[in-house]
C-alpha cells in the first residue's frame, strides 16, 4: 500500500478489513516511527519508508571541541577530490529548494551548524532557493557560485560574514 500523506491520515477502526497486516505499506520519508505509532496504522507489520522517496545528503566537517558544524553540498572540492573528513548525513527532498538545518546529529551527539564552507554548493546547478538557519554565522567564499538555477538564498541577520564571490555567476 504506498501512502504520500505526509501527516499520518485517521482511520476509522474497520478501515482495513480483511487486508493481511504483512503486506508492505510504503510511506513518506522519515515517517515511518509515526505511521508504527498510530493505532489505525500499528496493525501493519511492514512498514517501510518508500523507496521512491527523493533522498540528498549534505556534508559536514564536525568540530567536537565545540560542538558546531559545518555544511557542504558534497564530499568533494572543487578540483574533483575526495574530503574525507566529512560526514555524511541523509535529507528527505531534493536540492531544489534547500533548508539548511540549524543543528544536526551524528553518533549521538548534536552539533549546531554554524557556517556554510568554502565552495559548499559550487556549481550546482539544481539548488533553486536556499534558507539559511539563524545558527550561521558566516558563509565562506565561493559557496554558491556558479549556482546557475539559484534564484533565491533567505539569510538571516545572524550571518557576519560573507566571503569572497559567494554569489558569483548565479
Not at 24 to 36: E, F, G, H, W
Not at 62 to 71: G, K, Q, Y
Not at 123 to 128: A, H, K
Request: charged content about 10%; overall charge negative; proline content about 5%.
Amino acid at each position: 500500500i504506498p501512502v504520500e500523506a505526509q501527516t499520518v491520515p485517521a482511520t476509522a477502526a474497520n478501515a482495513f478489513s480483511g487486508v493481511s497486516t504483512n503486506i508492505p505499506v510504503y510511506v513518506p520519508c522519515r515517517m515511518v516511527d509515526a505511521y508504527q505509532a498510530d493505532t489505525g496504522w500499528s496493525q501493519f507489520t511492514n512498514i517501510q519508508e518508500d523507496p521512491n522517496s527523493p533522498h540528498y545528503s549534505l556534508y559536514y566537517t564536525l568540530d567536537n571541541t565545540n560542538h558546531t558544524a559545518t555544511v557542504y553540498g558534497s564530499n568533494v572540492n572543487i578540483f574533483g577530490n575526495r574530503v574525507n573528513d566529512r560526514v555524511a548525513i541523509d535529507n528527505c527532498g531534493t536540492f531544489a529548494n534547500l533548508v539548511i538545518p540549524s543543528s544536526v546529529t551524528s553518533e549521538g551527539n548534536t552539533y549546531t551548524v554554524t557556517s556554510i564552507g568554502e565552495s559548499a554548493f559550487y556549481e550546482n546547478s539544481d539548488l533553486v532557493s536556499v534558507e539559511i538557519p539563524e545558527s550561521v554565522t558566516s558563509i565562506g567564499k565561493y559557496a554558491f557560485n556558479r549556482c546557475s538555477s539559484l534564484a533565491s538564498a533567505t539569510i538571516p541577520n545572524t550571518v557576519t560574514t560573507i566571503g569572497e564571490g559567494v554569489f558569483y555567476y548565479c
